[in-house]
C-alpha cells in the first residue's frame, strides 16, 4: 500500500484519469473529491463489497442446474409378489365341521 501526506485541497493523480483532491479535513474525517470518467466506477468499499457479494450470489444461482423431478424407485419383482396387508382381501370364515 502506497501512503501518502495530502494537506487540504491538494491532489493524488491515478494514472492519467482518475484525480483524487483532498476537499476538507475534521478532526478523524477526510473529505475527498473524485474525479474520473464515467466508465470507472467509483464507490465507497462497503458499497463495492455489498455489489461483489450480489454478483457472487447471482452467478452462483445461475451456474446451479435445476434438480431434476425425484423419481419413485420402481418396485422389484419380489415386492410385486408381496402384498400389501390392507390390500389383500379379507378370508372367508372356515365352516365349523
Known amino acids: 500500500m502506497l501512503v501518502l501526506s495530502r494537506r487540504r485541497d491538494e ?4 494514472g492519467d484519469d482518475v484525480e483524487i483532491t483532498i ?3 475534521r478532526g478523524d474525517k477526510v473529505r475527498l473529491g473524485i474525479t474520473a470518467p464515467k466508465s470507472i466506477p467509483v464507490h465507497r468499499r462497503e458499497i463495492y463489497d455489498a455489489i461483489q457479494r450480489e454478483k457472487a450470489e447471482a452467478k452462483k444461482a ?3 442446474p435445476e434438480k431434476p423431478a425425484r423419481r419413485q424407485p420402481e418396485k422389484s419383482a419380489q415386492q410385486h ?3 400389501d396387508p390392507q390390500e389383500q382381501p379379507e378370508e372367508e370364515p372356515q365352516q365349523q365341521r
Open 11 to 14: 491532489s493524488i493523480m491515478i
Open 23 to 25: 476537499v476538507d479535513v
Open 62 to 64: 445461475d451456474e446451479q
Open 81 to 83: 409378489a408381496e402384498k
